[in-house]
């Protein structure tokens, strides 16, 4: 059988590539086709149409050109989405961040289901054309269906131009991302958080471990761990197994993988491999912290002296807000993984609340304590958040404020600069506060 971990790879492989649907298409193309050749030959039989008058009545050499205008009309859009796409890629991935390449763009399914449209069409024109040889009259009923097939081509393509054109828009780009961001804390942290902090119960002593397994294997970044597959495992052999590495981090040969606790000697380390992928670029399935890094590269890049757009980083600080109030809504879970027995099986480590805070403020404060729009829009985050989130959840943001005070006070000269940079503003610099 599949392993957890090759079946996870080809899963995430298969999102993120284009080429998929459009080979999905071709192939429901000539299944559809040989259905509705069929179909035609039996209206015909029964009198629906004639071969000679039906539907539009061209000629062969009128439908010939039909059919060879459609064909290239689609051939003609998909190279023209193809170019656009790769010039789209770059001019984001220089403009953005390269992170969202990947993430985003290609597995964008409006854009891959037109370009499968496209590909359907194309190969309908072309085998229509076939069929138009084959028979020496022309194939009325599947001349109409490639026309209407072919104006749907033309106005995906102008849905296209418009929705392509949407898409690379900073606010629809910080916009998605955030969506998705919103979704993997929901599965990873699926507990809503208590209203007061709640002691953490003392972890289990374990000691030296028993057995240390080590990764063999090509490098790569941990993408996923399957925590059922390996809660089984260690309920089977009564043991208690560690995953040191967390989802993001790169691991090489050689890099210690598990540490077991109990009976280590009845686990086969092959079993346990498999439960976990690797792949060369991070992705979102069950990482909450990699939306974090993409929304703060986002803001990082428009704050560079390169680019300086402020309004771009304020766009990827409004989505991190949203994020970040999201994560101190939730459970952020424990450490230790119980089976159902309650007995401790895995310790499976993710980030906590600080990770999250200072991944959200430092190196924008970095970069933009200097900037009135960044530091407004940093300081009505900490305080509608101080507002919205339980209080164990303040400490951590206050101490974020605090920083931002004291970099914003190495920055501003004029106490009047100062004093506007002061105001916390959901604009960043435009709204009037409420506190005035």
Not at 105 to 133: E, P, S, Y
Not at 399 to 408: G, Q, S, T, V, Y
Request: glycine fraction near 6%; proline fraction near 5%.
């Amino acid at each position: 059988m599949m392993t957890w971990n090759r079946r996870y790879s080809i899963i995430s492989y298969l999102k993120s590539s284009l080429w998929v649907i459009p080979v999905f298409a071709l192939i429901i193309q000539l299944a559809v086709k040989r259905l509705f050749e069929n179909f035609g030959v039996w209206m015909v039989r029964q009198g629906f149409y004639d071969l000679k008058t039906g539907f539009f009545a061209l000629s062969a050499s009128e439908a010939h050109a039909v059919l060879d205008r459609i064909f290239t009309i689609n051939l003609s859009c998909l190279v023209f989405t193809f170019g656009s796409l790769l010039v789209a890629i770059q001019v984001a991935g220089g403009q953005y961040t390269p992170r969202i390449i990947a993430t985003t763009l290609l597995r964008d399914n409006v854009i891959r289901c037109i370009v499968g449209f496209f590909v359907f069409t194309m190969l309908w024109a072309n085998r229509t054309m076939i069929q138009l040889g084959n028979l020496g009259v022309v194939p009325q009923f599947q001349l109409f269906l490639t026309m209407v097939f072919g104006l749907g081509a033309i106005i995906a393509f102008i849905l296209l131009i418009d929705y392509a054109a949407k898409l690379l828009r900073p606010v629809s780009l910080v916009g998605r991302i955030g969506e998705q961001g919103i979704a993997v804390i929901k599965s990873v942290y699926p507990d809503p958080a208590l209203s007061a902090a709640v002691p953490a119960a003392p972890p289990t002593k374990l000691g030296t471990p028993d057995r240390i397994i080590k990764y063999q294997g090509k490098s790569g970044i941990v993408l996923a761990v399957n925590l059922q597959g390996l809660i089984s495992e260690a309920h089977r052999a009564d043991c208690i197994i560690e995953i040191l590495p967390q989802v993001g981090d790169f691991l090489t040969e050689d890099d210690s993988l598990f540490n077991l606790y109990g009976n280590a000697d009845t686990i086969d380390s092959r079993k346990l491999l498999t439960q976990i992928a690797l792949g060369s670029e991070r992705t979102m399935e069950q990482d909450p912290m990699f939306a974090f890094r993409i929304e703060v590269d986002i803001a990082l890049k428009a704050l560079s002296p390169a680019i300086n757009d402020p309004t771009t980083a304020v766009l990827a600080i409004d989505q991190l807000h949203r994020l970040l109030r999201m994560v101190g809504k939730r459970s952020l879970r424990a450490h230790e993984i119980m089976d159902k027995a309650g007995q401790p099986r895995i310790i499976f480590r993710t980030p906590n609340w600080e990770d999250f805070v200072h991944i959200t403020f430092r190196e924008i404060r970095q970069s933009g304590a200097g900037n009135i729009q960044i530091s407004r829009r940093l300081r009505e985050m900490v305080e509608s958040l101080a507002q919205n989130l339980p209080e164990h959840r303040h400490p951590a943001l206050y101490e974020e404020l605090d920083l931002l005070d004291r970099a914003m006070a190495g920055h501003h000269l004029f106490p009047e600069d100062l004093a506007l940079a002061s105001i916390p503003d959901s604009q960043g610099l435009g709204a009037t506060s409420h506190k005035q």
